[in-house]
């Protein structure tokens, strides 16, 4: 079982940037945390993929609307994961979170991860 705590949200400006930090804890040396990403869900859409990240192998998978935008990594010494988004733009406001899965390779759809936050605030303006 992991427990994931998110942070970094808040008000930004549209051209702006934030930095999304995700903290892992409980099973994530085990296979409770094979690939980690971070979802985002705006107010009356559902939940979607952002990025996520292989941590064994460091592969990533982004969703298009992100690209070139948005970078996720990891820091697995710590079991943290972050998210870096630059050229933020008003349709990037939603709640976002951190998920954790014990699949290798998993699709951005939010069925593929077990494990939750409980999401941070990312409102653009």
């Known amino acids: 079982h992991v427990q994931l705590v998110e942070s970094g949200g808040g008000p930004v400006q549209a051209g702006g940037s934030l930095r999304l930090s995700c903290a892992a804890s409980?099973?994530?040396?085990?296979?409770?945390?094979?690939?980690m990403g971070w979802y985002r869900q705006a107010p009356g859409k559902p939940r979607e993929g952002v990025a996520r990240?292989?941590?064994?192998?460091?592969?990533?998978l982004y969703a298009d609307s992100v690209k070139g935008r948005f970078t996720i990594g990891q820091y697995i010494a710590n079991n943290t994961m972050y998210l870096i988004m630059n050229s933020l733009k008003p349709e990037d406001t939603a709640v976002y979170y951190c998920?954790?899965?014990?699949?290798?390779?998993?699709?951005?759809?939010?069925?593929?991860?077990?494990?939750w936050g409980r999401g941070t605030q990312v409102t653009v303006s």
């Open positions: 998920a954790a899965t014990s699949k290798s390779e998993p699709s951005l759809l939010p069925s593929q991860f077990q494990a």
């Open positions: 409980g099973d994530t040396a085990n296979t409770a945390s094979r690939c």
């Open positions: 990240i292989a941590t064994r192998s460091g592969t990533t």
